[in-house]
């Protein structure tokens, strides 16, 4: 692996300064662990041997897990599957501006999915949020009421204390439970041991639109899964609002008929690109709810799911369950690696 570059500008990032310090060194940490695209895999098993290899006693994989929703959160990192591998992989959207492309064979397959990102972007929680909660809740496990610190201010404590609390939501985000204030409690790590931490083979397959097979526990899946903003508070609240990389992923830009085609042809469903196409035209890109469309590859999906019967009624998560607008991401993903 070639070395790396690590401009001074780093420590001026507006993105980074709103994560806490952990996942400020696991990023650094990850520029020597992608590719010469800027890519890596992101199974947390594999990032914690690779990157902490003499801190393995302290480090976990939930450590982990919680740096990389913080990073992509703050629009630093993003997530894709590929057809190729049934894996989750990372990558930095602006790795062209920062670093050297080399000709070298990526190691890493090409994204063919963004839809993974849902998962990450559910479960981030703003820092200043996190101090709210530690705050709100008295730095006090709310589960067995140890105290977590000694220290009183919950702002270092939220931003040097990683790995030492957890921020638990109450209802889990995989039965549509939101990144609230209400849905959120400060806990201790072992009270929160229950969560989930890695992904099964099933579930990167349902990420990757590869899956087969078992349509009944996807749409039960699906089923459970938030409808809309997955982070209402944080919207309707710009004091959560992380930095401008999240507004970046916002903007929607229509489709033209050629692309809704080729879209429909790879995924080789039964949706009419014409009826599609002129469906959102005339409605000027508001859905059936009077929302503005996000995702168009989403809304497709939406489609090829009722023709399929498998979604019934206001029950798919697909509907506007990204907040941001998928192609948008994609098109940032590739610039930063092709
Ligand atoms: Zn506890």
């Known amino acids: 692996m070639p070395n790396r570059i690590i401009k001074e500008s780093i420590n001026e990032s507006k993105g980074l300064s709103e994560c806490g310090f952990f996942a400020q060194d696991i990023f650094k940490r990850l520029i020597t662990y992608a590719d010469d695209y800027g890519r890596f895999n992101a199974d947390v098993q594999i990032i914690r041997a690779r990157l902490f290899p003499r801190e393995l006693d302290i480090v976990s994989e939930s450590d982990i897990d919680d740096a990389l929703i913080e990073l992509s959160g703050v629009g630093?990192?993003?997530?894709?599957?590929?057809?190729a591998r049934n894996e989750i992989y990372g990558c930095f959207p602006n790795w062209g501006e920062?670093?050297?492309?080399?000709?070298?064979?990526?190691?890493?397959?090409?994204?063919?999915?963004?839809?993974?990102?849902?998962?990450?972007f559910?479960?981030?929680?703003?820092?200043?949020?996190?101090v709210d909660i530690i705050t709100r809740d008295n730095f006090k496990c709310q589960e067995c009421g140890k105290f977590l610190t000694s220290c009183t201010d919950a702002k270092k404590f939220a931003k040097l204390g990683s790995g030492l609390y957890h921020i638990d939501h109450i209802v889990p985000c995989?039965?549509?439970?939101?990144?609230?204030?209400?849905?959120?409690?400060?806990?201790?790590?072992t009270c929160n041991l229950t969560r989930k931490r890695f992904f099964t083979a099933d579930e990167i397959a349902q990420f990757s639109g590869t899956c087969?097979?078992?349509?009944?526990?996807?749409?039960?899946?699906?089923?459970?899964?938030?409808?809309?903003?997955?982070?209402p508070e944080s919207k309707s609240n710009p004091k959560y609002i992380g930095e401008k990389s999240t507004k970046k992923l916002k903007r929607f830009i229509p489709p033209t008929l050629e692309e809704i085609r080729s879209y429909c042809r790879e995924r080789k469903n039964n949706v009419d690109p014409q009826r599609f196409f002129d469906y959102f035209d005339t409605s000027g890109w508001i859905d059936s709810e009077g929302k503005p469309v996000r995702s168009w590859k989403q809304k497709i999906i939406t489609w090829e799911n009722r023709s399929n019967g498998k979604i019934m009624g206001k029950t798919n998560a697909t509907s506007g369950g990204s907040s941001y607008d998928m192609s948008e991401l994609e098109a940032i993903i590739n610039k930063g690696v092709t």
């Open 98 to 120: 920062h670093q050297r492309v080399r000709d070298s064979k990526a190691k890493c397959p090409e994204p063919d999915n963004t839809e993974v990102n849902d998962w990450y």
């Open 122 to 130: 559910r479960r981030f929680v703003p820092i200043a949020m996190k």
């Open 76 to 83: 630093k990192i993003a997530f894709y599957t590929s057809k």
């Open 174 to 189: 995989n039965q549509g439970g939101r990144a609230t204030m209400e849905n959120l409690r400060l806990t201790c790590p």
């Open 212 to 231: 087969t097979y078992s349509p009944q526990v996807s749409a039960s899946r699906r089923k459970s899964l938030p409808e809309s903003n997955p982070n």
